[in-house]
């Protein structure tokens, strides 16, 4: 055995090991009661909504607002639109005009990105809680009582909910974006039980005004950036599956791919950001466990995805001892029936979490080119903080939201 068969071993050893690994620890964490102290006790809120040109959507998320099951008296409203050209601010200021909610509508005069309209908007806010969602998301109706009552425990500091995709059925992308969110929603909760989680869900996403740190203009994902700082203050970032969101996915390849690979880009900007969490004793399992593993996920794995890969290749153009093949091939194939056995085991008695193996190792590795990608944009500092639509979206509205 030479040198290329050994780095082909060690990083397909690792690879497999840290994955299984983790996995399978969140998915014994997820199964834990939720450690959050809940009480039903009544907040100031703020629901913050950026725009850019919002046209098509935005009397659907307005209408969806009004439906909300939350004391209108302790709701405010803010709509901060990044110098739209389309309709938007017409429509917005027809559904204020109707409505008993107390709106507030704010225009910047330049389009400069996410993260400086959150900076523009958060003096604005009166609430005690600000509530960040996107245009195109819909809340269950208990959603914004849910996501508000994660902040009786005084440990909290900012909440993310669950995802739920509309057009789950409407291709293959949608069906594998499905089973994307399953393994997503596992290490969420499981990340959430053992301290806190550092992805969240940017169309559902909750922090305590008092602990707002004003956000770099370049930044990408803007409610990553903000579940991290607020960790780093010494309060929990947590994921809660009851308070529910509802969305739709692209439908085509290419558009996911561009906007998971944008997703991508900003997860890898915060965690480099803010990588003096590693191994830090002061932030116990978050720092030594959480963050290193996803530190792991989302920075090396792709990169040692791809050296297997090739040193794979060059083993097998000079040919290899079918011991060595077979001895590979085994350890895949009994590292995914051990994971799976994990997660199937757990999602047995909740059918709505049901997964297709196949999708879900094929979203694996897709998800492994956005990183991938992500990074290169990151090194290349691409500008591309300044959101765009996704144009094959289909909106779907699914008539149980309630």
């Given amino acids: 055995m ?16 840290f994955y299984l690994i983790y996995y399978a620890l969140m998915v014994h964490e997820s199964k ?16 913050l909504i950026p725009t850019y040109n919002e046209a098509r959507v935005i009397r659907r998320k307005l209408l969806n607002v009004e439906s909300l099951d939350y ?27 109707k409505s008993k909610i107390r709106y507030k509508l704010i225009s ?27 245009a195109d998301a819909l809340f269950k109706k208990d959603a914004l009582k849910k996501i508000v009552e994660n902040f009786s425990d005084p440990t909290v500091g900012a909440a993310t909910g669950r995802m739920c995709i509309l057009n789950a059925d409407q291709s293959l992308v949608t069906k594998l974006e499905k ?3 399953t393994i997503f929603e596992i290490i969420r909760r499981g990340e959430s039980n053992m301290d806190s989680t550092t992805i969240f869900n ?15 203009p370049d930044t990408v994902t803007d409610d990553i950036e903000i579940c991290i700082r607020i960790r780093k203050k010494g309060y929990r970032s947590v994921y809660d599956p009851e308070a529910i969101a509802y969305e739709n996915t692209p439908i085509s390849r290419k558009s996911r791919i ?25 932030y116990g399992k978050y720092g030594f466990i959480i963050f290193p ?13 791809f050296f297997i890969i090739l040193l794979g290749g060059v083993v097998a153009l000079r040919g290899v001892s079918s011991t060595l093949l077979l001895t590979i091939v085994i350890i895949f194939l009994v590292g995914a029936m051990v994971l799976f056995s994990f997660i199937l085991q757990t999602l047995k008695r909740d059918r709505r979490l049901a997964i297709n193996p196949v999708k879900v190792l094929f979203t694996f590795f897709d998800n492994q080119l956005c990183l991938f990608l992500g990074f290169v944009a990151l090194l290349m500092r691409k500008r591309d903080y300044k959101w765009e639509k996704i144009e094959d979206v289909r909106l779907i509205t699914n008539g149980d939201i309630t």
């Fill in 179 to 181: 089973s994307y969110r």
């Fill in 293 to 305: 593993s996803e530190f792991f996920m989302q920075l090396i794995s792709p990169f040692m995805l």
């Fill in 2 to 17: 030479d040198i290329v068969e050994i780095l082909l071993w060690l990083f397909l050893g690792l690879f497999a090991t």
């Fill in 32 to 47: 834990k009661p939720n450690n959050v102290l809940r009480e039903k006790k009544i907040f100031e809120v703020t629901l």
């Fill in 202 to 216: 940017g169309p559902i996403t909750a922090f305590r005004k008092e602990l707002f740190d004003e956000l770099e």
């Fill in 71 to 97: 004391p209108q008296k302790n709701l405010e409203v803010i709509i901060i639109d990044s110098a739209s050209g389309d309709d938007t601010l017409r429509l917005v200021q027809h559904c204020i005009d």
């Fill in 108 to 134: 910047q005069p330049e389009r400069l990105g996410k993260a400086s309209a959150i900076n523009y908007a958060v003096p604005y806010c009166r609430g005690d809680i600000i509530v960040m969602t996107d």
């Fill in 258 to 282: 561009k906007q998971k690979t944008r997703r991508a880009h900003g997860a890898i900007q915060s965690i480099i950001r803010h990588k003096g969490l590693l191994f830090n004793r002061k």
